[in-house]
């Protein structure tokens, strides 16, 4: 009798202290906390000779900045710095290359109806700097944009040779001599694809920041043949980069339409012109970042649970 007594004092006990309730089943509601889906972030390179320099400033910014693209795409000089930091190379690596880079390292003069600039030492270059690695075993995704000599197509090296790629996507026409890739022979990619934002947006990037280092053909423009190339360089692609651009999240144009095309003398500047308008846009690519976290958040958003 005393232990029932003893029970049924316990048992009130905690109703009155837990609000037991024998005759329903009590459930706990647990919302899972949603990590939304990180952006695949792309780097679309333009090209421009020297002037890609300001590639390098870019990419430091970006950088410093916490903001890593995964995918790299490249138009003659983009390719070139592309190529590189996708390999694996520091923003502070590109630049000490940059640096000491002199022009007998790339530069194969040669006599010839097709052009005067070879190409292989270009080619030879690349694949020193980043231990002679095939595209396909870069840490970052990569695509070179040449164009098919024979076509006039696009062409989109992801696999192989990678100063081979590069050395097609430079190939200025009457300049460089045509590169010649497993049969076919291979011009500068600006001709066809002069910022790959496209390339970029093929390869499943969320959010595409476009470099533009391109320059406005200029009236009255010196008939010496250095003057001759400037003017090349800066019509080739003209009637494509608006339609690269609209594609593009973010895009980023260095002040460097006043260098030319061959100054290696003025690699310093371009840096330094590359990191100052890639601060400018600082805030719009963080802006994006935190629009795209905050769609993605919502689409995975759970249901609320019935109970």
């Known amino acids: 009798m005393q232990n029932l007594v003893k029970f049924s004092i316990a048992s009130v006990l905690c109703f009155a202290i837990t609000g037991c309730d024998f005759g329903k089943k009590s459930s706990t509601v647990v919302t899972p906390t949603v990590k939304p889906r990180q952006p695949v972030i792309a780097l679309a390179l333009g090209g421009g000779g020297a002037k890609g320099f300001a590639?390098?400033?870019v990419i430091k910014v970006l950088e410093s900045h916490g903001i890593k693209p995964q995918i790299v795409t490249g138009t003659s000089a983009g390719s070139f710095v592309g190529s590189l930091y996708a390999s694996g190379k520091t923003p502070y690596q590109l630049q000490e290359?940059?640096?000491?880079?002199?022009e007998s390292d790339i530069r194969d003069l040669t006599v010839s109806r097709q052009g005067f600039v070879i190409g292989q030492k270009l080619q030879d270059f690349v694949n020193r700097q980043i231990g002679n690695k095939?595209?396909?075993k870069f840490p970052k995704r990569f695509i070179a944009v040449a164009t098919a000599l024979d076509s006039g197509k696009k062409?989109?090296?992801n696999r192989g040779n990678a100063g081979q790629a590069v050395r097609a996507s430079c190939s200025i026409p009457n300049v460089f001599i045509p590169a010649t890739i497993a049969g076919k022979q291979y011009i500068d990619g600006g001709l066809v694809s002069p910022i790959p934002v496209?390339?970029?947006r093929k390869m499943g990037a969320d959010i595409v920041i476009a470099v533009d280092i391109s320059a406005r053909p200029k009236s009255g423009q010196s008939t010496n043949l250095?003057?001759?190339l400037d003017q090349t360089i800066?019509?080739?692609?003209q009637s494509s980069i608006q339609y690269e651009l609209k594609q593009a999240d973010i895009v980023i144009k260095p002040a460097v339409g006043h260098l030319g095309v061959l100054d290696l003398k003025a690699r310093n500047q371009?840096?330094?012109a590359g990191e100052q308008a890639a601060q400018q846009q600082i805030p719009q690519i963080k802006k994006k970042l935190a629009e795209f976290a905050k769609s993605t958040r919502a689409l995975q958003a759970p249901a609320k649970a019935q109970i």
């Open 226 to 228: 250095w003057g001759l």
């Open 134 to 136: 095939p595209i396909e």
């Open 198 to 200: 496209e390339t970029a």
């Open 234 to 237: 800066n019509i080739m692609g």
């Open 155 to 157: 062409t989109e090296f």
């Open 270 to 272: 371009s840096i330094l």
């Open 97 to 102: 290359i940059a640096l000491k880079l002199e």
């Open 55 to 57: 590639h390098i400033g």
